[in-house]
């Protein structure tokens, strides 16, 4: 199974503070990289596909970024909304395969 | 807009088997992929599997031997069945459609496993 390595598993930061969330994958995933927002009780929601592909309806302060292995989700000036818990997800290979999670909370 | 409604006993024995239904509205079944995700309580998301319209499947393999996703296309539904469950299968089971990523969820259903 192809590994999905976040960092940083949790942060604090403020509102209008910029925000970087990385996700590694253990082998080559091409752009196969997907990234969720869950909010406490509620079902995740897609916000990036493909690496950098914004979702209908995804307020553009949401941005996706690729290196290599290496995956990027930043948001440009946290708004109050933006507090939640980020995941990314591979769709290159089966199964597909999840991040541990990354919890934004309100510094 | 598809919308999705996980339906299925909340509370499950131990070594007996969930079942659990997807139904789609608002759009067709065909020609899409269809995933069962679940989420242990204060945990991260783990794939269980997911089928395509016509019926083949793909499943994760830490359970693919407790696992059967079935599609029916006629209901615009889609089943999970996981046999001989433990404590460790209790979690919120999401239904999603996959399209790119996986862009429609279902609001989810706990289920507990617990005599």
């Known amino acids: 199974d192809i590994q999905m390595t976040q960092s940083p598993s949790s942060l604090s930061a403020s509102v209008g503070d910029r925000v970087t969330i990385t996700c590694r994958a253990s082998q080559s995933i091409y752009t196969y990289l997907n990234w969720y927002q869950q909010k406490p009780g509620k079902a995740p929601k897609l916000l990036i596909s493909?690496?950098?592909s914004l979702q209908s309806g995804v307020p553009s302060r949401f941005s996706g970024g690729r290196s290599g292995t290496d995956f990027t989700l930043t948001i440009s000036s946290l708004q109050p909304e933006d507090f939640a818990t980020y995941y990314c997800?591979?769709?290159?290979?089966?199964?597909?395969?999840f991040g541990q999670g990354a919890k934004v909370e309100i510094k | 807009q598809v919308q999705l409604q996980e339906s299925g006993p909340g509370l499950v024995k131990p070594s007996e088997t969930l079942s659990l239904t997807c139904t789609v509205s608002?759009?067709?079944?065909?020609?899409?992929?269809w995933s069962w995700i679940r989420q242990p309580p204060g945990k991260g998301l783990e794939l269980i599997g997911y089928i395509y319209y016509s019926g083949s499947t793909n499943y994760n393999p830490s359970l693919k031997s407790r696992v059967t996703i079935s599609v029916d296309t006629s209901k615009n539904q889609f089943s999970l069945r996981l046999t001989s469950v433990t404590a460790a299968d209790t979690a919120v089971y999401y239904c999603?459609?996959?399209?790119?990523?996986?862009?429609?969820w279902g609001q989810g259903t706990l289920v507990t496993v617990s005599s």
């Open positions: 493909a690496a950098s």
């Open positions: 999603a459609r996959a399209f790119g990523g996986l862009d429609y």
């Open positions: 997800q591979q769709s290159y290979s089966a199964p597909w395969t």
């Open positions: 608002g759009g067709s079944i065909s020609g899409y992929y």
